[in-house]
């Protein structure tokens, strides 16, 4: 059994995965409450809170399950917050000179790599090695508030970064959208739900990079023009189509990734035999159905992640760190450190 | 090279991304080393695109961007190119948690967007930029 530890920004995760039997447990700690007065995540907060949660959350997992079968100890090691990747990791190492088992390094977003298969995985675990062949190579887009992706998971499950943004993140662009129209945090959520009453063709705002087949994202741009359009709108006219703002605006977002998705699709025509989508903004429903459609266009399956492991959490921890045959810090153990800005590959 | 620091102090206009990284790239090969830059603008003015082409002037290869999410990201070049968004901050004291100091290896380059932020923090050699809006679209430069 794997016990995994994630701590990268503002949520205190643990989870327990059994390779026969799937994720026995998790048990989450989330500071969103928190961190909204604030506008997002706090630094300082973020940490103090990751230190006053970890211990109960793993009480509950030790009373609920237990840990006599822990063989690794798998923990997030960045991207991240340094502090809060730096309380895992520290958390983690004392888990394992306790319980006698390896530490396991793994990146966070192999975690989003894999996350869409924990569904395939439980569905029967005897079968997952047969199964997860059938769906490889496989296409998979990772869109949350730090990162914007496309990947390749190959034959041999390695993984190869395709196209990524060139300045924010999509999660990112909906955020700031959000601060510069006045709403909450967290903003993609709050546009979701504005934009639910709008309609997507009342502003035309840009798609991003040109090129049908230049893969990479950029939504600097199209967050500047929402500003030059706010200046130029009086602020009661702002107000009262914010619908319209949010519905055309969201909309921007997912045309550019599945524009995008959809190149990547065609540049490999053929090759991919699943589609998959993970990270924070997978949540986002019309971003959900654009990918399914592009999925059906192509003729595959489209894998993704479950709503409890679209954003941070430590089951994908632990099941990457099973499943992932590369991308896993086996060597370092006990003098794992921290990457705060680590890539992909 | 200090034409362009007088340039800028008197203030330069840009019509473009991509011109505004190219005087961010000339500018950062007239830097000394060990510098902390201060970008002062609003959302959407430009300061990751001023940072994207002080990469370029660095040699740094990989692309450059948003800092927001993890508040720091290092890229390694010429100099150590450490892009802070400190808009997540609002007591100098929260840097301890970021474990900056650990990042900083000399020679480097310390770009900071929001940092009237941690206004108390910044040292006093630090360059102010301000980043704005000027007339049909274009975006104003000018070094304090």
């Keep these: 059994m794997i016990l995994a530890l994630e701590s990268s920004c503002d949520e205190s995760a643990v989870a327990l995965f ?17 961190h909204e007065k604030h506008g997002g995540v706090v630094p300082d907060l973020a940490t103090r809170e990751h230190l006053r949660h970890f211990g ?8 609920e399950v237990g840990f006599s079968r822990v063989a690794g100890i798998a923990v997030t090691n960045g991207p991240g917050l340094a502090a809060c990747l730096a309380i895992g990791v520290a958390s983690a190492k004392s888990l394992a000179l306790a319980l006698r088992a ?24 005897a079968a997952f090695g047969q199964r997860l062949t059938a769906h490889l190579p496989h296409l998979g887009l990772i869109v949350s508030g730090g990162n914007t992706l496309l990947f390749v998971l190959d034959e041999a499950r390695g993984v190869a970064v395709l196209s990524s943004t060139r300045d924010d993140a999509a999660g990112e662009a909906l955020d700031k959208g959000a601060k510069l129209l006045g709403l909450g945090y967290p903003g993609g959520p709050a546009i979701e739900k504005l934009a639910a009453d709008g309609r997507v063709d009342a502003f035309d705002f840009p798609r991003g990079i040109g090129r049908r087949d230049e893969l990479d994202f950029s939504f600097s741009g199209l967050k500047t023009s929402l500003r030059y359009l706010i200046e130029k709108l009086p602020a009661a006219e702002v107000q009262r189509r914010l619908p319209d703002l949010c519905a055309s605006y969201q909309q921007a977002v997912v045309d550019a990734l599945t524009r995008k998705t959809r190149a990547a699709l065609r540049l ?4 991919f035999r699943s589609l998959g989508l993970s990270g924070g903004v997978a949540n986002n429903r019309t971003l959900r159905a654009a990918l399914e459609a592009e999925a059906v266009r192509a003729g595959i399956p489209l894998l993704a992640a479950q709503p409890k492991h679209t954003g941070d959490n430590a089951g994908m921890i632990a099941f990457a760190a099973w499943a992932d045959p590369t991308g896993v810090n086996r060597a370092a ?3 794992l450190g921290i990457e705060p800005s680590a890539g992909l590959a | 090279m200090s034409s362009l620091f007088d340039q800028l102090r008197a203030g330069v206009t840009t019509a473009s991304a991509a011109e505004t990284q190219a005087l961010a790239a000339a500018f950062a090969a007239a830097l000394p080393p060990d510098t902390t830059l201060a970008l002062h603008g609003d959302l959407g003015v430009g300061k990751t695109t001023f940072v994207q082409g002080l990469a370029r002037g660095f040699g740094v290869t990989e692309p450059v961007t948003s800092p927001t999410f993890t508040i720091f990201t290092l890229h390694r070049g010429s100099r150590t190119l450490v892009h802070l968004d400190a808009y997540r901050l609002d007591r100098a004291a929260q840097l301890d948690s970021l474990m900056l100091e650990d990042f900083l290896t000399s020679p480097y380059c310390l770009a900071i967007e929001w940092p009237e932020k941690i206004a108390a923090w910044l ?11 000027a007339r049909d679209e274009r975006h104003l430069l000018r070094l304090r």
Excluded: C, Y
Aim: aromatic share 4%; charged share 15%.
């Design chain 2, 123 to 133: 040292p006093p050699t630090t360059l102010h930029l301000d980043l704005g809006i």
């Design chain 1, 102 to 125: 390896p530490v396991l390094g793994v990146n966070h977003l192999r975690g989003h790599v894999w996350s869409p298969f924990i569904a395939l995985h439980a569905e029967s675990p």
């Design chain 1, 333 to 335: 153990n006990l003098a």
């Design chain 1, 268 to 271: 490999h025509e053929g090759r």
């Design chain 1, 56 to 63: 109960p959350l793993l009480t509950r997992a030790r009373a």
């Design chain 1, 18 to 34: 059994d390779p026969a039997r799937g994720l026995v447990g998790e048990w989450v700690h989330s500071q969103i409450a928190l």
